[in-house]
């Protein structure tokens, strides 16, 4: 690799953090000060983002900037050119630059194939290093064994409503439920809702172009391209299909069942291997049955987008899936996605997270249908029958109110803004 190509990168990297800090829009995610990771995540999430805000927090320690070591392998530069026996050309490059021991953080690794290997050797030389990832399989056991547990993993997620927020300038303040500051949450949540929280897509207007073309560069370069795919028109119906079918449990055979209906040729165990290549390249995620057994729980799943601007280009009457999908994204951020399941024996209950008692039901409105209303609140007493529930919400678009359920428990029906914004209370 030519090292005066490595040099300019290099020196670029230090330049894009000096220049960003103005800008930068805080996570909330806090790392470990010594800690290594590799952070995954769907592209455009902010995970160089959060690469730059580990700088600047550096910074501030006292490490000068020429110690750092940014590199993007998005660079056109790099892209197909370096190898992972090449990766150490980096240092050299480096050490012929400045004397210090560089803190490296690695942009996009995943595209150079045997990248483990070199960040193993990063670590047992004792370097603080940050990976950045767009496909789960940097998560994979195959890739932790030999990793050898010398990095800690995190997944970023787009913003959530209060990081929207801060980015939109909207500050909680004291008695934030009240009032005018309650009117301007109420109007950006709106578009929050409907747009989702890519922080890139707050600098263009064209919203639906700009997630449309994110959508296209996933579809094409993270899955079919690199799982060397050749039926494009079967992998774009089963992400259809799991759109059309957000809110609702659902098999491999239906949806192939459903993609075949349109004259498209595949088969179950195609789907199958459709949605895990969208999970891997994190466009969606999945919820199993609690009351299920095993083999339905492989089969048979809740399927929903890591952000509802993704979710809402592919539906003409999105608010009802948007407002589930919106739940589900903050309930697995905020518990993983081991923690949160659905319930579905007899009655269904959207979301059940068992460590907390807690349980939730997203609908878009309780007083538009009274049978939907008792539906919604009957799920949830019978759950609680079962697996002794703390706490019970029905989540609606802008409904609020607390209620004594036929057995005695409260539930609370709480607008999603709000909801979205439970820590801050």
């Not at 459903?258 to 949605?275: C, E, F, H, R």
């Not at 009957?378 to 036929?406: Q, Y």
Request: contains cysteine; hydrophobic residues 40%.
């Amino acid at each position: 690799m030519d090292k005066i190509v490595l040099k300019n990168i290099i020196r670029e990297g230090q330049e894009d953090i000096a220049a960003v800090e103005a800008e930068l829009i805080k996570r909330s995610l806090v790392f470990e000060s010594n800690g290594r990771y590799v952070i995954t995540g769907i592209r455009h999430a902010g995970k160089s983002y959060l690469l730059y805000q580990k700088a600047l927090e550096l910074i501030q320690q006292g490490h000068r900037l020429e110690e750092i070591l940014y590199i993007n392998f998005d660079d056109e530069r790099l892209y197909g050119v370096i190898t992972a026996e090449e990766l150490d050309d980096i240092l050299q490059a480096y050490a012929s630059m400045y004397p210090h021991k560089p803190i490296l953080l690695l942009d996009e690794i995943q595209n150079i194939d045997g990248w483990e290997h070199f960040a193993r050797r990063l670590a047992n030389r004792k370097y603080i290093v940050m990976i950045t990832g767009s496909n789960a399989r940097m998560l994979s056991k195959d890739m932790a064994t030999v990793l050898g547990n010398r990095y800690l993993d995190e997944q970023v997620f787009p913003y959530s409503f209060p990081e929207y927020l801060r980015a939109k300038g909207v500050e909680l303040g004291s008695n934030w439920q009240y009032g005018a500051r309650r009117n301007e949450i109420i109007l950006t949540f709106g578009e929050y809702f409907g747009w989702g929280g890519f922080p890139e897509l707050l600098l263009y207007n064209n919203k639906r172009k700009w997630l449309n073309q994110l959508y296209e560069k996933i579809l094409l370069g993270d899955i079919i391209q690199r799982h060397k795919l050749k039926n494009e028109m079967a992998v774009r119906l089963t992400y259809k299909r799991l759109a059309e079918t957000v809110k609702h449990p659902v098999a491999y055979n239906r949806i192939a069942n459903l993609v075949k209906s349109t004259g498209v040729n595949t088969t179950p165990a195609s789907v199958m291997d459709y949605v895990d290549y969208a999970r891997e390249a994190f466009l969606v995620f999945s919820l199993n049955n609690y009351a299920s057994k095993f083999t339905e729980k492989e089969t048979v799943k809740k399927h929903y987008f890591v952000d509802n601007g993704l979710l809402r280009i592919f539906l003409s009457d999105p608010d009802t899936a948007l407002l589930e999908n919106i739940c589900a994204v903050d309930l697995r951020t905020r518990y993983g996605e081991d923690r949160v399941w659905f319930w579905n024996r007899n009655v269904e209950v959207d979301f059940f997270v068992p460590e907390d008692k807690l349980a939730v039901q997203a609908c878009y409105s309780t007083s538009a249908d009274v049978n939907t209303f008792e539906r919604e609140v009957k799920a949830l007493v019978e759950l609680d029958k079962v697996h002794r529930l703390d706490r019970m919400v029905i989540v609606t678009f802008d409904e609020e109110r607390t209620f004594k359920a036929e057995n005695g428990a409260d539930i609370e029906i709480i607008p999603v803004w709000k909801w979205l914004l439970r820590s801050a209370e």
